[in-house]
T-cell receptor
Framework: AQTVTQSQPEMSVQEAETVTLSCTYD???????LFWYKQPPSRQMILVIR??????QNATENRFSVNFQKAAKSFSLKISDSQLGDTAMYFC?????????FGKGTSLLVTP | EAQVTQNPRYLITVTGKKLTVTCSQN?????MSWYRQDPGLGLRQIYY???????DKGDVPEGYKVSRKEKRNFPLILESPSPNQTSLYFC??????????????FGNGTRLTVT
């Protein structure tokens, strides 16, 4: 079975600071895809960033970047220069076939 | 505008009263899926469909039915809802599953309460 673990149920960061959200996964697949989704209070699911497992280079999207460690099966999300609008639930997700497997989420609060 | 449309956004019903949550996508996507989201459990897949007339169970299919008679529509049917099906439901679609360039597009969710 493929599982995704987010070990931080809640986190808090001050505006303009940097925060890192952790995610580990378990799989026997060799190629797969990893995603971070953001769910603000509006409950929309918004794709933040994605990474393909065979690509060595870590993905970056503006203030969002990942630290992908394939051997350790780790896929953490770094948010730089945090903004109030980053307050949301963040889900790590793993996709290698017909389903996107989600972690339980990390609730991030950005404070002024 | 490319989108996945779910209706209704909110639904309160009573135990045993059959209901349908509709889902429609206008992107000509092959793949569609239903998830439920519960606090502390993340999102769990209920059913998915690879194409018209092709559906399969996800991780939590008990108590749910789906159909895929047209490519754009993928309704979720609760024949006899129970309180443990109170949840936030998401429909999602993508051109192909498991593809880097095909992340899931989500609907805006349906908040279901079964009393």
């Amino acid at each position: 079975a493929q599982t995704v673990t987010q070990s931080q149920p809640e986190m808090s960061v001050q505006e303009a600071e940097t925060v890192t959200l952790s995610c580990t996964y378990d799989t026997s697949e060799s190629n797969y895809y990893l995603f971070w989704y953001k769910q603000p209070p509006s409950r929309q699911m918004i794709l933040v960033i994605r990474q393909e497992a065979y690509k060595q280079q870590n993905a970056t999207e503006n203030r969002f970047s990942v630290n992908f460690q394939k051997a350790a099966k780790s896929f953490s999300l770094k948010i730089s220069d945090s903004q109030l609008g980053d307050t949301a639930m963040y889900f790590c997700a793993f996709n290698s076939g017909y389903a996107l497997n989600f972690g339980k989420g990390t609730s991030l609060l950005v404070t002024p | 505008e490319a989108q996945v449309t779910q209706n209704p956004r909110y639904l309160i019903t009573v135990t045993g009263k059959k209901l349908t949550v509709t889902c429609s996508q206008n992107m000509n996507h092959e793949y569609m899926s239903w998830y439920r989201q519960d606090p502390g459990l993340g999102l769990r897949q209920i059913y998915y469909s690879m194409n018209v007339e092709v559906t399969d169970k996800g991780d939590v299919p008990e108590g749910y039915k789906v159909s895929r008679k047209e490519k754009r529509n993928f309704p979720l049917i609760l024949e006899s809802p129970s309180p443990n099906q109170t949840s936030l439901y998401f429909c999602a679609s993508s051109p192909l599953p498991g593809s880097y360039n095909s992340p899931l597009h989500f609907g805006n969710g349906t908040r279901l309460t079964v009393t």
